[in-house]
């Protein structure tokens, strides 16, 4: 019996959200305390493809004419494979919460077209997985830029920009992140095709804020680069201005910015979509435990501490 694994982490993005719609470019990183994992096994001949979630309890035999990403996902490794039937189970687990801004449905798409071509021994690499998942991606989100998948695929930091190259980034130090949960879901398909009204309403405003948007996450590349804690953190915050013009903030998420703020963090913004779901506070590592109590105290569902190595 063969039985082959994968993983995929979670993400976040840390600059030029929404903005990398526009083609901005955007900034973002791995989440690797939380991820995705499958475990393909041979399964009885006859048996099909079993899927076994044990992150909702369900076990149900997948339906590869259904548009259900994960049934799609594994019909397009299946025809890239050329292969027509497989008796398999796939068991899946994921630790990333759902619709909060971590990327948990690109990370289960790409756990499960890695765990399945491993074990079909097919030679896919990242570039071309990366750019399956883009296409389950579209199911979940419309419109998305494609940073999601690119982070969660390379599991690099990385440079975004639409229809161009994508760059992998290193810092000049070690980065302390706290990413904190408000707890509230957004669907970031609402949120994206509100601020596009907005932009169709008030293009020359828009713009202008793109613009600011573009020359912060600039800024923010060579402060990372250079290991400037205090530079990227005020970018951060600058960021965080300007998504609030945008109006993809909520109330719980500029008070868990705030909340970041009056403890004693370098920088936070919200991530994401918005409207909900994360925001990412930059903080020394010594401060890292007592912001998070704070984070928690005024209402956080989670906090996941994530550091990024230089
Ligand atoms: O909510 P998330 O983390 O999936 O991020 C959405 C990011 C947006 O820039 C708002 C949309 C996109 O497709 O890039």
Redesign the pocket.
Known sequence: MKSVSATAPG???LFG??A??YDVP?IAIPVPGVCAQVLVSTAPRGTGILLKNLSTGQMSAVDLTSSDPIARMIRTVLDFARVGALDVTLTLESSIPIAS???SGAAVSTAVARGLSRFLDLALDDHALNGMVYEIEKMH?G??????NTVIVFEQPIWFQREHPIEMLSFGAEFTFLVADTGMSAL?KA??SDVRGFYDRHVRFVRSVLDEIAALVVAARSALARGDAVGVGGLMFANHALLQTLSVSSGELDLLVGVARDAGALGAKL????RG?NMIALVCSADAQRISDALYKAGAVRVIETVLRR
């Open positions: 993400k976040i993005i959200e929404h990398v719609v955007a801004g971590l990327g989100h419109t998305p830029s494609g940073i999601d970031t949120v994206v991530s994401g979509g918005g779901g």
